[in-house]
């Protein structure tokens, strides 16, 4: 009788962590397969030539953020929308804005930043802009925006 305790005791427990991964696999999917079609779509367009990196940036319009490198051999970050009515494809050559780096410096020069969690580069307002999500000293969730081309300050969301 103990033994068929235990051996359904771990069936079930066995069943329920292959039932979460399986969910949590297909949840993830749709964000894959957005991504997939967004690299094929620059790289077939040519507006890249090799794609080094791809994320889901959501604001007032969602998009799939894919950096690369043009023909010319500039990194380059293209905007292709997922949602929103008449919404073009955007695009910026990096060296023309801050950087990665710039953006997260300048974040930890105005906050006590404990941890930066994302850092994504993202499209609002014909602007793009750098989205950076930290935590600060009280474990308290902000997000602050910063306008790729100038580095000021566009929105802040402060202790959520």
């Known amino acids: 009788m103990k033994r068929w305790i235990i ?19 297909k949840a993830g999917q749709p964000f ?8 094929q779509l620059v790289l077939s367009e040519k507006k890249l030539t090799d ?13 799939v953020t894919v950096s690369g490198n043009d023909v010319e051999g500039n990194g380059k970050a293209v905007f292709i929308p997922i949602t929103g009515k ?9 060296k023309d804005g801050i950087s990665q780096k710039q953006a997260i410096e300048a974040v930890q020069n105005e906050f006590e930043v404990k941890e930066v969690l994302h850092t994504k580069l ?5 602007n ?29 969301i402060l202790n959520m």
């Open 7 to 25: 051996f359904i005791s771990v069936f079930i427990l066995s069943l329920s962590l292959v039932i979460s991964l399986f969910v949590i696999w």
């Open 32 to 39: 894959s397969d957005e991504k997939d079609k967004a690299e």
């Open 51 to 63: 794609v080094t990196d791809s994320e889901i940036y959501s604001g007032t319009n969602t998009y």
């Open 86 to 94: 008449d919404v073009a494809i955007e695009e910026v050559i990096l």
């Open 122 to 126: 993202g499209w609002e307002q014909d």
């Open 128 to 156: 793009a802009v750098w989205e950076i999500t930290f935590l600060n000293e009280n474990d308290k969730l902000n997000y602050v925006y910063l306008s790729f081309e100038t580095g000021k300050w566009w929105k802040r």
